[in-house]
Each structure stands twice: as structure tokens, then as C-alpha cells.
């Protein structure tokens, strides 16, 4: 099973079938692991992602940025476009259901986070590798957006152990973390 639709359809059955408690539980332990890196600790902006069911749970993080004083950005889902646009919100209630049924904050360029404004993007997948190659959901919307970051903003992906794996498939416009954080 190496081509990526094989894996995305592999994977996406282990996040459906895995234990509730167990996501909870190991999305703590994640998350005290993420607030433990450096490059997060000097964190001035973060952009985050609202986690889907059976992944990662980011809420937890989001809560705690803002307690430590963070600004927080969230992606504006563009599908016409195909990108995403960091949007700074300041509670998660600023959230309303966008593409793909996932919450996103509502428009408005008034906050709209600069790309090079950002100190840290942490980014979802489906599976990860020991190189810190991702396997996202197949749309290109964060190998795109990826792209654009400059070598000092901190690329951080999430992920349950079962999600690690020896090496994926990569192809030139995919873009590898720099960290990926297990549990």
C-alpha cells in the first residue's frame, strides 16, 4: 500500500475506529509535549486548525494560547481559490461552519495575520513520517500555503502514534515539517 489514496483511505479508517477516550487522553499528553518546544514557547502568532472528529484535538491548545497571550490565527478555508487565509480570532466563538463543514472564523481582512507575521503553523495530517513528511487530505491547501512560509516559522504537525509510519510517498510540491509531535 504506498500510493496515497490507499494510505488516506487506510488511515482515515484508524482515526474513525480508534477509542474516544484514548483521543482525549493522548491529545493531552500531545499537547504538553507541544507547549514544551522552544520555537512555541517565543510564539508570538500562532496558526492553528480546528481538529476534525477523531483527530488531534487542538481546542485544549487554542484555549491555552490564549491564555498565555498569544495571538491566534485559524484558516480561512478559499475553495475557488484553493488556499488558505490565517485569520486571527479572539475566542472561539468567533467560529461559523465553513468548506468541508469545518469551523473557520468569518471574513475580514481587518484580520487577516500577514504570512510573515506568523511564528508557528501547526498543521494536520493523516500520517506522518520519520522525515517529518506529511500526508494530508489530498486538496493541497497546506503544501500550498507551506510554500509561502519563510525557514524560521515553526511547521509543527499532530498526530496519534498510529499515524507514524517508516516513510510516504512524497512528491515535489509536498512540503516536510519541521517538527511532528506523537503520543
Same mark, same amino acid.
Given at each position: 500500500?504506498k *500510493?496515497?489514496?490507499?494510505?488516506?483511505?487506510?488511515?482515515?479508517?484508524? @482515526?474513525?475506529?480508534?477509542?474516544?477516550?484514548q483521543?482525549?487522553?493522548?491529545?493531552?499528553? =500531545?499537547?504538553?509535549?507541544?507547549?514544551?518546544?522552544?520555537? !512555541?514557547?517565543?510564539?508570538?502568532h500562532?496558526?492553528?486548525?480546528?481538529?476534525?472528529p477523531?483527530?488531534? *484535538?487542538?481546542?485544549?491548545?487554542?484555549?491555552?494560547?490564549?491564555?498565555? %497571550?498569544?495571538?491566534? #490565527?485559524?484558516p !480561512?478555508?478559499?475553495?475557488?481559490?484553493?488556499?488558505? =487565509? +490565517?485569520?486571527?480570532?479572539?475566542?472561539?466563538?468567533?467560529?461559523?461552519?465553513?468548506?468541508?463543514?469545518?469551523?473557520?472564523? #468569518?471574513? *475580514? +481582512?481587518?484580520?487577516?495575520? #500577514?504570512?510573515?507575521? @506568523?511564528?508557528?503553523?501547526?498543521?494536520?495530517?493523516?500520517?506522518?513520517?520519520?522525515?517529518?513528511?506529511?500526508? $494530508?487530505r %489530498?486538496?493541497?491547501?497546506?503544501d500550498?500555503?507551506?510554500?509561502?512560509?519563510?525557514d524560521?516559522?515553526?511547521?509543527? $504537525?499532530?498526530?496519534? *502514534?498510529?499515524?507514524?509510519?517508516e516513510? @510516504? +510517498?512524497?512528491?515535489?510540491?509536498d512540503?516536510?515539517?519541521?517538527?511532528? !509531535?506523537?503520543?
Open positions: 500500500m *500510493d496515497k489514496s490507499s494510505l488516506r483511505a487506510y488511515y482515515l479508517k484508524l @482515526l474513525r475506529e480508534q477509542d474516544k477516550e483521543c482525549v487522553r493522548k491529545s493531552r499528553l =500531545i499537547a504538553e509535549q507541544f507547549w514544551q518546544l522552544p520555537a !512555541i514557547q517565543k510564539a508570538r500562532i496558526l492553528f486548525y480546528v481538529s476534525m477523531g483527530e488531534v *484535538d487542538t481546542s485544549a491548545m487554542i484555549d491555552r494560547a490564549f491564555y498565555f %497571550g498569544k495571538r491566534v #490565527a485559524l !480561512i478555508v478559499e475553495q475557488n481559490q484553493r488556499k488558505l =487565509i +490565517p485569520t486571527f480570532i479572539s475566542s472561539m466563538k468567533d467560529l461559523q461552519k465553513g468548506a468541508y463543514g469545518i469551523l473557520q472564523p #468569518a471574513a *475580514d +481582512p481587518q484580520k487577516t495575520a #500577514a504570512v510573515k507575521d @506568523l511564528d508557528a503553523v501547526v498543521v494536520p495530517g493523516l500520517a506522518f513520517d520519520r522525515r517529518h513528511n506529511r500526508l $494530508g %489530498g486538496a493541497g491547501y497546506y500550498r500555503f507551506l510554500s509561502t512560509l519563510s524560521r516559522v515553526a511547521t509543527i $504537525g499532530l498526530a496519534f *502514534d498510529f499515524q507514524l509510519t516513510s @510516504l +510517498p512524497v512528491e515535489a510540491h512540503r516536510r515539517l519541521q517538527h511532528v !509531535i506523537a503520543g
